[in-house]
């Protein structure tokens, strides 16, 4: 009998021991729940402030100018597109983290090709920006370049009339992937294996190549932008001429725009290649939903980069910092 008892009480140690951790595993995952979705919402407004200052500046340049450049076109076309896809991201927190019903089939076609339109605009729009400004602000000899370089806004259009052909093929692929999710469930084990399996690896082909072409072009314009600045400060020195010129400041200050982009483009494209292999398996894992949280920062860090490399949106945003702290002041 004592025997029995001692075995007992042991048992019970060790089930009030599992349940503390057990409990403190759940106030583990509910305290990162609640960090990641306030760092979310964070990104979100911020985001959305940033996109829609971007876009009110230009639009209101637009009107007193009765015209708009190619860079101010590119940039309001950025703005709307980030906040379609910081909506779309947040409705994507939402229904994966708090209402899992919203992913039936109709719901996940919906989710999946507005964020395919606004993460493929989103990604085409800065792409050209940054080869915007290698036509513009680079120096090269080569006839191809200069022949580019004097068509600069007829290249940027047709890449986006490219990019607009492959998102009709995407939008379409997407949406009849979905679709045969349905019938996924239907047949022998076998034949739901190898579906599910195709459809994934279709699914995953096809979204790395929509985002792996658009990196690949910016990291060329990236690399383009530091040759011709090192070729430019090689002529600085042999004329003894100081290396803070203005072409010289014009240069790296794209070159900082560019590379902020790739850095953050990368991190995103990290981040969705491991959401999309595990969003199956891991839909609530606390890593998955630090990358969703992550994803995020993409489109909300990415236009406050934009505002600093743009002298106009960068004086304006400063005007519009002083006139609030002076609206604070006389509120207190």
Known sequence: ????????????????????????????????????????????????????????????????????????????????????LLWVMLLNWYAIVFNPALYNLKGRIFAYVAWTVSNHCSTWLATSLSMFYVFKIAHFSSRIFLHLKWRVESVVHMILLGASFFLVFHVTVVSINETLQRNVYEGNITQKTKLRDILQLSHVTLFTVADLIPFSMSLTSFLLLIFSLLRHLGKMQLNDKGSQDPSTKVHTKAMQTVISFLLLFAIYFLTLIISVWSSNKLRKEPFLLLFLAVEITYPSVHSFILIWGNRKLAQAFLLFLWQLGCWLKDRK
């Open 1 to 84: 009998m004592p025997a029995a008892t001692g075995i007992g009480n042991l048992a019970l140690v060790w089930f009030f021991t599992g349940a503390q951790y057990f409990a403190f595993f759940l106030y583990i995952i509910t305290l990162l729940l609640s960090i990641f979705s306030i760092l979310v919402m964070t990104q979100f407004v911020l985001g959305n402030f940033a996109s829609g200052f971007i876009a009110l500046v230009n639009c209101i340049d637009w009107v007193k100018r009765q015209k708009i450049s190619s860079v101010d076109g590119i940039l309001t076309a950025l703005a709307v597109s980030r906040i379609g």
